[in-house]
């Protein structure tokens, strides 16, 4: 027996991608012709650095940096790495905020034709032994004040080469010495650590002008980054991001801007960076798509102060701005900041988790430009779909809820549990095909299986609609994980860290709803012993897990949690 007609109609539409006829005019519906161009990540970037090469592309604490200047530094890394024995396909990890030194590395890693591992600088010796093991990562670019961090992770890992960096080693002679001096001395951010054989920054920055870079021709296919994450179960996994998928997304978002940010005076062109460079959505959007128009890349290291980050901005007039709710919550709370001058402001994106309507209605009224919407993940390197973008008719901007349209050459829909495409405007597990799409997970064959179909459809655990449209809305998440600031959290992480300590007979971890943070996590403990505090879960917590991930409410019970037949924690009771 045939399908219904109109399930039939819902299925011809989907095929047929019915929407892209809402995009932008101009906007393309595929970026295969221009996707064909680039063989890699270097290649794209070579030809930005072509264009720009004069202009100040990088900006931290108030120096600069050209795009001439960063591609001749990452050249000079490269060749170190060459030198070293490095090779071709290697892992080489990053352990640092946002300073000049992050894209010399990034681009200099590949280079060298080697894969980049991102790892959060604030990650415990713990999590971090575990990305560098699963990695197999030969060498490691680490900020100073994580170095005792890196001595207690380092053993039983393949690191070869450490080369340890100061903030203030690419600020200049002065002015980087007396910044050094301060966090070390003043503010006492830089625990002592031990490294035998590590480089310092300069020393390695002076080697490397005396070396010759060998040209590592990376293919399409080949990996450029391995991108940590959960993914939508178990503990953290690499997702392969080829040179394809990475360039594939960086021409995605271009397409969807198109020339609209060229009309800006390209010197004068600015765009804020606030969320971390190791973070996908940041990654991608901030240093990788914002190159092509030229502009001035401003790295905040730490967002999360702003009264710090409205000083480091007091002199900007910036056009774009990329963030989060928390953040955007955050910065709204700030005096000085709402008073500033927003004349130039053309492009807010918000990514990483929902925007409350309260808050885009808020920035929308304070800075005079709306927050555009856009849905990734990780395993999509990240962005799968975009919210409405038209400079020049900020009206079609509006705050909807919905996450936008899918992305040029990519395919979203929405799949029944019974494996069936659902009809429009109805609920399913959101998937994706494109060429944006992870090659899997490093060395996790049956867990890209359990997420990758052989025809290219990825599942992400969400559950999705589309409307008549095309927009997509996010209705919920099918697995336990907990968004927490738009990072992914994971229960399975926390309740083997918390059910490690001596007192405690059994847990689960759940997200309970937060107005700022989307979500907090919450710890239900059936204690050993009576005198269990919470005091003492926390600090377990903190020698275990980085701080977004430590429970925010700890509950204790005296009965035992509820469970399903096979004893498996029933999470969902919980909630």
């Known amino acids: 027996m045939g399908l219904p007609a109109e399930e039939q109609d819902h299925i011809r539409l989907l095929e047929e991608r019915f929407w892209v006829k809402s995009y932008r005019p101009g906007v393309p519906a595929t970026i295969d012709d221009e996707l064909a161009k680039w063989s890699s990540v270097v290649e794209l970037f070579a030809a930005d650095v072509d264009k720009h090469r004069g202009r100040t592309g990088f900006v931290s604490m108030g120096t600069g940096i050209t795009y001439g200047e960063l591609y001749e530094r990452a050249a000079g890394f490269a060749a170190w790495l060459q030198s070293r024995g490095v090779k071709h396909g290697d892992r080489v990890a990053i352990m640092m905020p946002n300073c000049l030194q992050y894209p010399v590395v990034l681009f200099g890693t590949l280079m060298a034709g080697a894969v980049v591992v991102n790892v959060n600088p604030l990650y415990t010796a713990r999590e971090l032994k575990h990305q560098l093991r699963d990695s197999g990562a030969v060498a490691i670019v680490v900020l100073e004040m994580f170095g005792h ?38 503010q006492k951010l830089v625990p002592r650590y031990r490294l035998p054989g590590h480089t310092r920054w300069k020393a390695m920055m002076k080697q490397a002008r005396r070396l010759a870079l060998e040209p590592a021709e990376s293919k399409p296919d080949d990996l450029a980054f391995l991108q940590y994450t959960g993914g939508t179960t178990g503990v953290a996994k690499g997702a392969m991001l080829t040179h394809r998928n990475i360039v594939a997304n960086i021409v995605q978002g271009r397409a969807w801007i198109g020339d609209q940010l060229a009309k800006q005076d390209p010197n004068s062109l600015t765009n804020v960076t606030l969320l971390p460079l190791y973070h996908i959505f940041s990654l991608t959007a901030n240093l990788l798509t914002f190159t092509g128009a030229g502009g001035r890349n401003i790295l905040i290291a730490n967002p999360r102060d702003p009264e710090r980050v409205q000083m480091l901005l007091r002199k900007e ?31 807010v994106i918000a990514g990483g988790m929902a925007t409350h309507r309260s808050i885009a209605e808020r920035w929308e009224k304070v800075t005079g430009r ?7 993940l990780t395993e999509c390197s990240p962005v799968v779909c975009i919210g409405y973008i038209d400079l020049e008719r900020p009206e079609m901007m509006r705050y909807t809820g919905k996450v936008g349209f899918p992305a040029p050459s990519t395919e979203v829909r929405m799949r029944r549990p019974d494996g069936s495409w659902c009809g429009l405007g109805e609920a399913g597990e959101l998937c994706v095909r494109g060429p944006q799409v992870m090659a899997g997970y490093w060395q996790r064959p049956e867990d890209t299986a359990k997420v990758l179909s052989r025809d290219g459809w990825l599942a992400t655990g969400d559950i999705g609609r589309m409307d008549d449209t095309g927009q997509v809305e ?102």
Not at 159 to 186: C, E, P, Q, S, Y
Not at 323 to 345: H, M, P, Q, V, Y
Not at 370 to 376: D, F, L, N
Request: net charge positive; proline share 4%; aromatic share 6%.
């Open 370 to 376: 709306p927050i555009v919407e856009g849905y990734g």
């Open 317 to 347: 007039n910036f056009h774009g701005f990329c963030g989060i709710n928390t953040l955007f919550a955050g910065f709204l709370e700030n005096e000085k900041f709402c008073k500033r001058d927003f004349s130039n402001l053309r492009m």
């Open 149 to 186: 961090t890196l001595q207690e992770a380092l053993a039983d890992t393949q690191v070869r080469h450490i080369v340890v960096t100061a903030l203030g080693d690419m600020l200049g002679t002065l002015k980087g010495f007396a910044i050094t001096m301060a966090i070390r001395h003043v």
């Open 474 to 575: 996010i209705v919920d998440r099918i697995k336990d994980m907990i968004l927490v600031s738009g990072f992914n959290v994971y229960p399975n992480e926390i309740e083997e860290v918390i059910s490690s300590h001596p007192k405690v007979r059994e847990v689960a971890a759940i997200g309970v709803p937060d107005p700022v943070n989307g979500e907090r996590v919450k710890a239900v403990i059936v204690p050993r012993t009576g005198d269990l505090t919470e005091q003492e879960i926390l600090a377990h917590c903190r020698r275990n897990l980085t701080g977004y991930k430590i429970p925010r409410i700890v509950e204790f019970r005296s009965e035992e949690l509820p469970k399903a037949a096979t004893g498996k924690v029933l999470r969902r009771e919980l909630k």
